[in-house]
């Protein structure tokens, strides 16, 4: 079986964790094992971890300022080390936030083996996020946090996100991420053509 690999990208609030558990779901339905990686979530478990690194990385979050590029690497190159067997398919949504990261994750598919991953880009604008954001009320989404988000897309995420675009190693894929869940969905199983 030839593993395949989506990483998700978008602004905060555009669905891509829901597009993700969706598309994850859908592969299992055609038993395809898939390994879900979604950092922020990992990130939530490490803050729960009794130990130094955990105490800095949650005052930095406190503080509403980003996380070192390393942990994130670490993060999700655990999770392919211990895990990835070479039999299952990849969903990563919350990885390359900045073109460091990606480098590193370009590295582990040609390690890996991985050939033409999938990337999509759910293309929502800075006013549709900040909304989408404000809506689901989540302790984090305070208006000065959510701009610092947006921010940092621009500065961080879209350098990451041009690594990919235009490289033929990659399958680069835009959505309207504007459209029902139902929509986007359909959308990316079409392009995804699975």
């Known amino acids: 079986m030839n593993s395949r690999a989506i990483l998700f990208f978008g602004r905060s609030g555009c669905g891509k964790g829901t597009q993700a558990k969706l598309l994850s779901e859908v592969l299992k339905?055609?038993?395809?094992?898939?390994?879900?990686?979604?950092?922020?979530?990992?990130?939530?478990?490490?803050?729960?971890?009794d130990n130094y690194s955990g105490k800095i990385v949650g005052d930095i979050l406190k503080?509403?300022?980003?996380?070192?590029?390393?942990?994130?690497?670490?993060?999700?190159?655990?999770?392919?080390?211990?895990?990835?067997?070479g039999e299952q398919d990849l969903i990563l949504d919350g990885?390359?936030?900045?073109?460091?990261?990606?480098?590193?994750?370009?590295?582990?598919?040609?390690?890996?083996?991985?050939?033409?991953?999938?990337i999509i880009l759910?293309?929502?604008?800075?006013?549709?996020?900040?909304?989408?954001?404000?809506?689901?009320?989540?302790?984090?989404?305070?208006?000065?946090?959510?701009?610092n988000r947006l921010d940092w897309y621009?500065?961080?995420?879209?350098?990451?996100?041009?690594?990919f675009r235009g490289n033929p190693k990659y399958n680069f894929i835009e959505i309207n991420g504007e459209q029902t869940i139902e929509k986007v969905h359909e959308d990316i199983i079409k392009a995804l053509n699975f």
Do not use: H
């Open 29 to 49: 339905s055609k038993g395809r094992e898939v390994i879900y990686t979604e950092t922020g979530s990992k990130f939530r478990e490490f803050l729960e971890t």
């Open 63 to 85: 503080d509403g300022k980003l996380i070192p590029v390393f942990l994130p690497i670490w993060i999700w190159t655990d999770i392919l080390v211990k895990n990835f067997t």
């Open 95 to 118: 990885l390359c936030r900045r073109r460091e990261e990606s480098i590193a994750l370009d590295s582990a598919f040609d390690f890996y083996k991985i050939e033409k991953p999938n």
């Open 122 to 147: 759910m293309n929502v604008s800075k006013d549709w996020s900040y909304t989408r954001m404000m809506e689901r009320q989540r302790a984090d989404d305070t208006p000065e946090k959510i701009q």
């Open 154 to 163: 621009e500065k961080d995420v879209v350098p990451s996100i041009e690594y």
